[in-house]
């Protein structure tokens, strides 16, 4: 019957029918008395359209289950990283990490999906690097680009960024901070939007390290150089998708918040030694 009603294959019942059958019950639940009919009639369009979104989000939690049961069956590469054949030298890409900065120092990156164990199994003449962040100001980061008034990321759906919307995370246009810290963190690393994963969950799958040398972008530029050194080059830093605002410290005026984000990310702290710091 679904499939019909979603695709107008049926022609308009009559309220007493689907009363009847329990269908007006089922789709009027959460919704409010007589939503999609009133006195002796229903209104099919309305219900149509209710059915063909509920068949949309079905497919979208379909495709995300089988895209994580294959990654789980290493069906699927792992991780996304930036590769310099001629350098030898490999990038992981952590998104809200500079990435775009990173990528367009160094002409030639070829930007690929490669599995772990092809990344530990690389030979000494290979160095392979990765930048992490403050996990508090990351999150203020993303919240800017991906849920806040104005934001500039290419895929925004009806105010939401695409990726939250496919990850089933409980977000809406121009949510609060607040809100959306509560939303973030109650989801793990395995199901949320990799905007939102644990940088540690890049760096160190399965608890073993999986590059050479990490930088954080605290120290930038500093870190670059190290990078350079370790590789034998002497490519500049480009620093690019730079934004002005204030420090991160302000989106956290309650203490609660800032434990609660810091327990979501305590593997980050931990890993790679960052604390909170107020301005």
Not at 232 to 257: A, I, M, V, W
Request: one cysteine or more.
């Amino acid at each position: 019957m679904l499939f019909l009603v979603t695709f107008g294959f049926i022609p308009a019942m009559s309220f007493l029918e689907l009363q009847k059958n329990g269908h007006l019950e089922h789709v009027n639940a959460g919704h409010g008395k007589e939503v999609f009919g009133a006195e002796n009639s229903l209104d099919m369009g309305t219900f149509r359209n209710w059915i063909r979104e509920r068949f949309m989000r079905g497919l979208k939690n379909l495709k995300r289950h089988v895209k994580d049961r294959l990654r789980s069956w290493s069906f699927t590469p792992d991780t996304r990283v930036a590769v310099w054949k001629e350098h030898h030298l490999l990038y992981v890409r952590i998104p809200k990490c500079a990435n775009t900065s990173i990528r367009n120092s160094i002409e030639g990156a070829e930007v690929q999906w490669m599995r772990n164990r092809d990344i530990r199994a690389l030979d000494a003449s290979w160095v392979s690097f990765s930048f992490v962040r403050n996990p508090w100001a990351r999150l203020v980061s993303t919240f800017r680009d991906k849920a806040s008034l104005g934001s500039r990321s290419a895929r925004m759906e009806a105010g939401v960024f695409q990726g939250f919307i496919d990850a089933g995370i409980s977000v809406y246009p121009n949510m609060g901070f607040a809100e959306f810290c509560a939303a973030v963190c109650a989801i793990p690393d395995a199901k949320t939007d990799k905007h939102l994963r644990s940088q540690s969950s890049f760096l160190f799958p399965g608890g073993q390290p999986l590059v050479r040398v990490i930088g954080k972008v605290e120290t930038m530029q500093a870190d670059w150089v190290r990078v350079m050194q370790h590789a034998g080059l002497d490519f500049e830093l480009r620093h690019l998708n730079r934004t002005q605002h204030c420090h991160y410290s302000k989106y956290y005026d309650d203490p609660g918040l800032v434990n609660l984000v810091g327990d979501r990310y305590a593997d980050d702290v931990r890993n790679f030694n960052y604390q909170f710091e107020r301005h």
